[in-house]
Nanobody, 115 residues
């Protein structure tokens, strides 16, 4: 049973930084994409950043230039470096890994940015 374990969330003041990490326990066959999503209560979960197996990255417009996604293939780990945080970045952040067939989610980690 594969599990994704997230760490690094917390409370930070506007303008500060946080680094989220997500590590998989177990093997995932043929990873296609690793990503971070975020969600607030009553809202849909939406994609913040992703990195494909070939290293191609995607960022939501709202985080471009502030967030950086990176991965470590051998350890099935994905990070999200978040700089210049804004109150509107407050959300629960979820790690996601898509294999050839299966999709995996972390349990979520709360990020709160105070003004």
């Amino acid at each position: 049973q594969v599990q994704l374990v997230e760490s690094g969330g917390g409370l930070v003041q506007a303008g500060g930084s946080l680094r989220l990490s997500c590590a998989a326990s177990g093997s995932i066959w043929s990873i296609r994409v690793m990503a971070w999503y975020r969600q607030n209560p009553g809202e849909q979960r939406y994609l913040v950043a992703s990195v494909l197996n070939d290293g191609t990255t995607y960022y939501a417009d709202s985080v471009k230039g502030r967030f950086t996604i990176s991965k470590e293939n051998r350890k099935i780990t994905v990070h999200l470096q978040m700089n210049s945080l804004k109150p509107e970045d407050t959300a629960v952040y979820y790690c996601n890994v898509d294999g050839l067939i299966d999709r995996y989610w972390g349990q979520g980690t709360q990020v709160t940015v105070s003004s």
